[in-house]
């Protein structure tokens, strides 16, 4: 393997990688706060990818303004779906709100099947990600660079938001000590609505750069992507912001170097992310960043 | 004195549904006894989910890829080596395995043992974590077999799949495994392992304080769990006679899970009654996706329908009716003798 093929798959693995990033983020967050893993949390990446089709296709809006409407929309549903379904039964066993978690997640894909139908739809690319830069022997795909800095300064504003201001201290503290934060007069489920909020709006971000890079809209594309961006987040140490970004970028390298080593392996491309998860279990359950055990 | 009674009425009730059975088999259409055998098989396999699920308390979210197992297992060994040949167009089938023809009866068992070593050895990862962490590894475990599935040609054929199984499941077979599943599963429950796996679901810590190795028990009941599933798995191979990757995806596991919350997370008999609900229901709906011509409206059917009303309902159950329909108890002839009991001195008031 030379350099230059090297580089070139390095660009792919990083696009992918941001990708998953952006979704690890939010499992991460909503689990770190309610200890939940919010299955629904991949098919929010679908239903943005449809709300950012029908934005410029049926309706013909400019790319910024349907692209804002899709992550404000995603947003909302994210706070809905918890206020829906998770809070009612905040207090139950967690096994209990897994389940719900999937329930939501299955009704997600199911009503985009009933509604819109099964038929992938073509993601209209705009004309501003289209091409490649070429250096020497590597070629960057225009979107590429735009996946890299859409994501750089998505994740900064995100840890701005959970180190400086005070949601962000509430949503910490929540993380540590659910109990004691209630006692200090925070208001919890404000606090979990805005984590919802913003793990969803992550996830729209990622949608719409998703159905850029993958331009086929159908209503189980986020199932897969989902499921890897929890691993992601594993990977990363649960719960930890920059290791769910971490996590997320070793998945998206490790998937696509070993199918550039061994191009007879691409058919086990799926299931190198559960390989990684399982050994990552088995020898360091806490993840990279992480620091708690999960119990 | 009870327990004679009580074993006089199992037979007797065992014994009604042999001649429903005989009945059926020889004055129901195609279609009806189908969906019957659907039912034991979804039985059977709802029945060995809960014990791992409900009895255990440790979330597997991995039946599907045990289904997969047994049913490639029991198909590849029931096949003749002549529809093998044929079949294995793209590469030729690993050598063993492609002179090797059993009669079914062999197969599944075959099947069942295999399942089961597969779970053993799954456990070893799966159960070093818990809760939510477990159900994603064992769900990790599921897509992994399904790819596995589509890659190794020389074993599974890949995503072609195995083709012109030869239809043996009927009738019997179906209904023959399903109440010896039950049977199985109730007397386990019932014994001192049972109790073990109870323990180790309300508290892993205490249950090992008082000497319960809860590593192993947990293995037992995947691998009981594991070895009726591949059963199943290859009753259900031979009754649709074509298996493929695509089969045994994440939905049957959904299917399995709507079906033990609905009947009461834990209660063999609450699986057993909403295995039967869930199955016919699921018939029954088909109408919401077909075409139909109704009051000279043309409805164009609505694929995907069935979906969004399970996945309502089972959300509907996990807020509204925890317990389900059974809850955490079972059935018994007593608390069923004092119920008609009630019943009848209801009716002479």
């Known amino acids: 393997m030379d350099l230059s093929f090297a580089l070139q798959q ?50 013909n809006l400019p790319w910024p303004v349907s692209f804002a409407g899709a992550i404000a929309l995603t947003a909302l549903l994210g706070i809905l779906i918890d206020r829906g379904a998770y809070k009612p039964i905040r207090k139950s066993p967690r096994i209990n709100a897994l389940i719900t978690a999937i329930g939501v997640s299955f009704l997600l894909e199911n009503l985009a099947l009933v509604t819109i139908g099964g038929r992938p739809k073509s993601f209209p690319t705009p004309q501003f990600v289209s091409g490649s830069i070429v250096i020497g022997d ?109 996590g997320g970028m070793i998945l998206g390298l490790a998937e696509v170097f070993i199918v550039a080593v061994q191009p007879e392996w691409s058919g086990y491309r799926d299931a190198v992310a559960f390989f990684l998860m399982i050994v990552i279990l088995l020898t360091r359950p806490t993840g990279i960043m992480g620091e708690r055990l999960p119990d | ?11 007797f009730s065992l014994f009604i549904l042999f001649s429903f059975l005989t009945y ?13 055998q659907n039912i034991a098989i979804f039985i059977t396999l709802a029945v060995s989910y809960n014990l791992i699920n409900g009895v ?36 030729p089938m690993l050598w063993p395995l492609s002179v090797i023809s059993v009669p079914f009866a062999a197969s599944l068992l075959i099947a069942g043992i295999v399942t089961a070593l597969v779970a053993i050895l799954m456990a070893m990862p799966v159960f070093r974590v818990r809760g939510d962490y477990l159900a994603i590894v064992s769900l990790g475990f599921g897509e992994v077999f399904q790819v596995l599935a589509n890659n ?60 319960i190795n809860a590593f192993r028990i947990k293995t037992f009941a995947f691998a009981f769990s594991a070895f009726f599933q591949g059963v199943a ?65 043309q409805y164009d059917g609505v694929p995907g329908m069935r979906m969004v009303l399970f996945s309502v309902i089972l959300i509907l ?11 955490r108890s079972e059935f018994t002839w007593e608390g069923f003798l004092g119920w008609i009991k009630n019943k009848l001195s209801a009716m002479k008031v």
């Open chain 2, 152 to 211: 190794s040609m020389s074993i599974t054929n890949g995503s072609l799949g195995l083709k012109g199984l030869y239809p043996y499941t009927n009738l019997w077979w179906s209904w023959g495994i399903c109440v010896f599943t039950v049977f199985c599963t109730v007397r386990l429950v019932n014994s001192s392992y049972g109790r073990a796996m109870k323990a180790v679901r309300e508290d892993e810590t205490a249950a090992e304080a008082m000497g």
């Open chain 1, 138 to 246: 590597v070629s960057i795909p225009t979107l590429s660079v735009w996946v890299f800095v859409v994501t750089l300064v998505l994740l900064a504003i995100c840890m701005a938001v959970v180190k400086r201001t005070r949601i962000g201290m509430a949503m910490r503290a929540l993380s540590r000590d659910m109990e004691t934060v209630m006692l200090m007069g925070v208001d919890k489920d404000r606090v979990i609505s805005f984590t919802f909020a913003l793990g969803s709006a992550l996830a729209a971000a990622g949608g719409i750069m998703w159905s850029m890079k993958y331009p086929a809209v159908e209503p189980f594309m986020g199932v897969v992507p989902g499921l890897k961006a929890f691993v992601a987040a594993v990977l990363g140490g649960i719960g930890s912001i920059s290791g769910a970004a971490m």
């Open chain 2, 233 to 297: 798995g290859g009753l259900l191979a031979h009754l649709i006679t074509t298996i493929s990757p695509s089969l045994f995806t994440f939905m049957f596991t959904f299917n399995l899970l709507i079906i033990i919350v609905i009947g009461g997370l834990g209660s063999t008999t609450g699986s057993i009654i909403a295995a039967i609900l869930i199955t016919w229901g699921g018939e029954a709906l088909r109408f919401f996706e077909e075409p139909a011509n109704l009051f000279g409206f």
């Open chain 2, 317 to 327: 159950v996990m807020l509204f009716a925890r317990s389900g329909i059974m809850g």
């Open chain 2, 24 to 36: 059926a088999d020889s004055n129901f259409g195609h279609y009806t006894l189908r969906i019957l």
């Open chain 2, 56 to 91: 255990a308390g440790q979330f597997s979210l991995g039946p599907n890829a045990f289904l997969a197992v047994g049913a490639y297992t029991s198909a590849i060994f029931t096949l003749s080596p002549e529809e093998k040949l044929r079949s294995f167009i793209i590469e």
């Open chain 1, 10 to 59: 390095l660009v792919y693995g990083l696009t992918v990688g941001c990708l998953y990033g952006l979704l690890a983020i939010g499992y991460s967050m909503v689990y770190g706060v309610l200890r939940l893993i919010n299955f629904a949390h991949g098919d929010l990446l679908m239903v943005s990818a449809y709300i950012g089709f029908f934005g410029i296709v049926i309706f």
């Open chain 2, 1 to 11: 004195m009870a327990l004679y009674r009580d074993r006089i009425l199992t037979v």
